[in-house]
């Protein structure tokens, strides 16, 4: 077995898996609730703005599919746009990408504490719990988990289907509660056991009034539950028969969990008024198992958030092989430090870029501590995603003229005018959600402009543009034909 080189070891189960739970976490347990504060007035519209938010979402997993087929590579998102538009692109778009991933892999490690706290809370082990509240410990333990996953994806594929695997069948296990509850209870279920629980009534409001700019404002917000199927196209240099199960894992984790989260958030909303929710929110953060404990017996109640704290921590492994094997194709195409393509000689890892994914997403954990809120780090990622959507889409539009060589490679969709709906679709919705996205954090009343997450992409994507062009400088002194050099894919 060459040693120099990433083992293609992952089938179509382990590849649909890794994009599964890069997706299922907080964006499930958190974002449709938490909404309500974060873009104020979206009130009992938050099923709609979902379903709005999936459209793009589904185009450009169709985008990646259809190029993930013709490039079965490391670093999928890198080489897509690089081969197929332009090489600065591709590094400037992933790049913001990896960052993006990067700071929230140490947002949801965070985030995963008070979840564990209220699981000790819901079976009486308080003094646990009073400990997790604790800042030094809410910080040590999102750092640990990080290390742990880095740690595991070093040790190689196998290590990391046993750790994926088991706990994505349980956390799909413990979500269905909720969709289940959804059929069970309603709103006066809730009401009453409000008034059983908390000795307090509530009065739900009347449905308040559609607002466009509310509206496209939160379904931009809400294309973040939809990202991560895109880390199984960075995994493309491990994937076996890459040009059938790539495109398949892709299409498979994208409708598979977009309809579970539409059921998910139907289901609690079915259940807990919107005006309840969204009041509420701003005082607290909330999610889907503290709602859901007025209706639910104490032991699926903590069932429930079991489930979200599993979630939670199956987002880490699969995100950082995700921004690993961006940071590999960098470097293994010359644009990056060339120590960061280091191959483990026993477990064929990029165990140096795994360390590098480590120590950026430990600034993520530190990042939301003192920024506390998390929506910073999910505003940061949301930018860098649409960016690299719309990227994925021009690059879909133009592969023909731009490198005919590698489109004429592409397995599925092979209709010349489906790619072209495809891409313009989703080209057009996708920059529908920028403009709102930013427009939304631009307008933000926030007490430092680093707060700002459309300031902060753009102080990456500067560095970037440094990095590429540094690296460029010196590739073409080593007389590399540049030209060439882009227009092929990188050896395996």
């Known amino acids: 077995m060459d040693q120099n080189k990433l083992a293609r070891q992952m089938g179509l189960l382990t590849l649909t898996a890794t994009g599964i739970c890069s997706m299922f976490g ?7 609730f938490m909404i309500q504060r974060n873009v104020p007035g979206i009130a009992q519209w938050v099923l709609p703005a979902f379903a709005l938010a999936a459209v793009p979402a589904i185009l450009a997993a169709f985008a990646y599919a259809i190029l993930s087929s013709a490039m079965p590579r490391a670093g999928g998102s890198y080489i897509y746009v690089s081969r197929g538009l332009n090489p600065y692109l591709g590094f400037i778009a992933s790049f913001s990408q990896w960052f993006g991933l990067s700071i929230v892999i140490g947002v949801i490690a965070y985030v995963i504490v008070p979840f564990m706290r209220d699981v000790f809370l819901g079976v009486g082990w308080v003094n646990v719990a009073e400990i997790l509240e604790n800042g030094i410990w809410r910080v040590g333990i999102a750092l640990s988990l990080i290390w742990i996953f880095v740690g595991i994806n070093i040790r190689g594929i196998d290590t990391y289907e046993k750790a994926l695997l088991p706990m994505m069948y349980i956390m799909i296990l413990l979500a269905s509660i ?32 559609f607002d466009w700019k509310i509206f496209l404002s939160a379904a931009a917000l ?18 076996k028969n890459p040009s059938k199960n790539l495109p398949r894992a892709i299409l498979i984790a994208i409708l598979g969990v977009g309809i579970f989260y539409f059921l998910f958030a139907a289901s609690v909303y079915r259940i807990v008024p919107w005006s309840f929710i969204a009041e509420e929110s701003l005082f607290k953060d909330i999610t889907a198992p503290g709602l859901l404990i007025y209706v639910l017996p104490g032991y699926l109640g903590v069932a429930i958030l079991l489930g979200a704290v599993i979630a939670l ?28 393509e280091n191959i483990h000689p026993k477990f064929q890892t990029p165990y140096v870029a795994l360390i590098v994914a480590g120590l950026i997403s430990s600034i993520g954990v530190l990042g939301s501590h003192f920024a506390s809120d998390f929506f910073l780090g999910i505003d940061i990622m949301v930018t860098s995603m649409l960016i690299n959507f719309i990227l994925m889409s021009l690059t879909l539009l133009y592969i023909p003229k731009v490198n005919s060589k590698i489109h ?23 920059l529908v959600f920028l403009v709102m996205h930013t427009y939304k954090d631009l307008s933000k009343d926030l007490d430092a402009w680093y707060f700002h997450s459309t300031y902060v992409w753009i102080i990456v994507i500067v560095i970037a543009s440094i990095i590429y062009f540094i690296k460029w400088r010196q590739l073409k002194n080593t007389g590399t034909n540049l030209y060439h050099h882009f227009k092929k894919l990188p050896k395996e």
């Open 408 to 430: 004429a490679e592409i397995k599925i969709f092979k209709n010349r005018k489906l790619q072209i709906a495809i891409a313009s679709t989703g080209l057009l919705l996708l």
């Open 26 to 32: 907080a964006s499930i347990y958190i974002v449709p």
């Open 178 to 209: 909720v969709i289940i509850a959804g059929l069970v209870f309603d709103q006066n279920s809730f009401l009453q056991g409000l008034i059983e629980r908390d000795g307090r009534s509530f009065i739900p409001l009347a449905n308040a009034n």
């Open 313 to 340: 921590i199956n987002d880490l492994p699969a995100m950082l092989l995700s921004v690993s094997r961006l940071m590999f194709a960098w470097s293994r195409d010359g644009i990056f430090p060339k120590r960061v």
């Open 222 to 239: 809400m294309f973040s539950s939809f990202i991560g199927f895109d880390s199984i196209a960075q995994a493309g240099g491990e994937a």
